[in-house]
């Protein structure tokens, strides 16, 4: 996500912190910089251009010209205009519709249907009883595929097969919708391979036989500046709400993301992430803003975190950790909980530094070890992960042939998990130690 972006500005940052004195000139040299590396991104000429004035207006305030560490504040000032463009604060769905209805429109092959199913997905975790209205009556196939992510996702779909009067099928949805206690309904629309008037007033009709919350414009990030020209001419027609930027883990560039609140005045309101149902997040432009200038998103990590990892396992797991008691078993279970985080790569990103730290690092093997790990163990029998010191040489070859490795990959795993269990030992030891001090100070103060 952003990733030639994001190198080419941290390029231009290493050059802006180690300004101790500046001036008009070495400013201009910065972010000239900058600006090449917004325009190869394929962000929106007019708003590479008067973004770059207003950060080079603030640069040479008086402020930051007498400020110790120059460079850093226009580090800081280019950081906070980035937020602004992006959209300054996360844009939240209007919910207060007796149903609300959601219309998602756009091109075909955008990504409208996979993005109903995931907004569906992230509203039902929220307490809400979404309702999935197929009404694409032109792609047959985009029928099934929302049937399909309906039951994978266990939310209803409404689905009137052979029926291509749209407002026929909003009406009857709606209808269901009442009588079925479902509080949101969500309209997968028809798209065209290009803007077409029918498709458009087919969908201006909709609208206001529905009077939706939310028209939400989905766009492929990988259409870059296109994406902006299709959110006017859709936005002119139907007067969106939001937008849902698809595919932003496939595009390096990141144009149409930098682009779209500025020309449209519409915020981002969701991003898809990646291809699986839970890569799918709401819009923050800080921490957007933070992963694009290197500087990690801690807060989503924190987030995923506590979504993919039980907190009572978790207090189980640092108990065991503490009395030593940490066994093979568990050791499975840390590996499979660092799995519901993501990607290593995607996980290193959202870390500060994490980025530059990625350079020339090999986390494809990392990750490669991982899964060799997870298939050893699985590869034991539960007497073997509990008490591996009975694991001989025919039970180690048995193992190794059953998970794909060498028995020397085995046994490196094993020597690796001992070191790793005498050190939690030595820790509880000493945490033990530390609480008996603390428990007799106070008396010892006292005398």
Known sequence: MFDSLSGKLQNAFRNLRGLGKISEANVGDALREVRMALLEADVNFKVARDFIERVKTKSLGAEVVASIQPGQQIVKIIHDELVDLLGATNASLNLSGNPTCILMVGLHGSGKTTSSGKLGRLLLKQGRQPLLVAADVYRPAAMDQLETLGQQLEIPVFVKRGETDVQRIAREALDFA?????????????????????????????????????????????????????????????????????????????????????????????????????????????????????????????????????????????????KGEFMLEDFLDQLRQMKKLGPLEDVMKMLPGGAEALKGADLGKQEKEFKHMEAMICGMTPKERKSPQILNAKRRIRIAKGSGVSVTELNTMLNKFGQMQQMMKKMGKFSKMMARMGGGMPGMLGR
Do not use: C, W, Y
């Open 178 to 322: 009442r009588a079925n206690n479902r509080n949101i309904l969500i309209f997968d629309t028809a798209g065209r391979l290009q803007i077409d008037e029918p498709l458009v007033q087919e969908l201006v009709r909709l609208r206001d036989l529905v009077k939706p919350q939310e028209i939400l414009l989905v766009l492929d990030a990988a259409t870059g500046q296109e994406a902006v020209n299709v959110a006017t001419h859709f936005d002119q027609a139907l007067q969106i709400t939001g937008s849902i930027l698809t595919k932003l883990d496939g595009d390096a560039r990141g144009g149409a993301a930098l682009s779209m609140k500025a020309v449209t005045g519409k915020p981002i309101k969701f991003a898809g992430t990646g291809e699986k149902l839970d890569e799918f997040e709401p819009f923050h432009p800080e921490r957007m803003a933070s992963r694009i200038l290197g500087m990690g998103d801690v807060v989503s990590l924190v987030e995923k975190a506590a979504e993919a990892v039980d907190l009572d396992d978790a207090k189980r797991m640092e108990e065991k950790m503490r």
